[in-house]
């Protein structure tokens, strides 16, 4: 079993910054991949940006640019910095982890065994 915790939401104006940390209780191969979900109010859960072991990352083409994700693997943190917020970029987000998966695009919850209970980000305007 891996706990994962986040941490790092708030409130902050359009064009404002955040960033979101994720503890993880232990790293082991189920933590070669962390990824970053995100549920706008009243909208379905969406793929953020994803981090494999050996730094790899990919993001979403809505926050490409403005979001980076990385990660401290002497600490078992994964980062995902916020920039430029804009307040379609609220809602709730969380931290995601998985296993290596051949052929997987690392995009879809099904491709993450465990979850965060997620950090609030709310921009207003």
């Known amino acids: 079993q891996v706990q994962l915790v986040e941490s790092g939401g708030g409130s902050v104006q359009a064009g404002g910054s955040l960033r979101l940390s994720c503890a993880a209780s232990?790293?082991?191969?189920?933590?070669?991949?962390m990824g970053w979900f995100r549920r706008p109010t009243g909208q379905a859960r969406e793929w953020v940006a994803w981090?494999?072991?050996?730094?790899?990352?990919s993001a979403a083409d809505s926050v490409k640019g403005r979001f980076t994700i990385s990660r401290d693997n002497a600490k078992n943190t994964v980062y995902l910095s916020v920039d430029n917020l804009k307040p379609e970029d609220t809602g709730m987000y969380y931290c995601?982890?998985?296993?290596?998966?051949?052929?997987?695009?690392?995009?879809?919850?099904?491709?993450?065994?465990?979850w965060g209970r997620g950090t609030q980000v709310t921009v207003t305007s």
């Open positions: 232990r790293w082991t191969y189920e933590t070669y991949l």
């Open positions: 995601a982890a998985g296993p290596r998966s051949y052929g997987a695009s690392y995009e879809r919850a099904a491709d993450y065994l465990y």
């Open positions: 981090i494999n072991d050996a730094g790899t990352s």
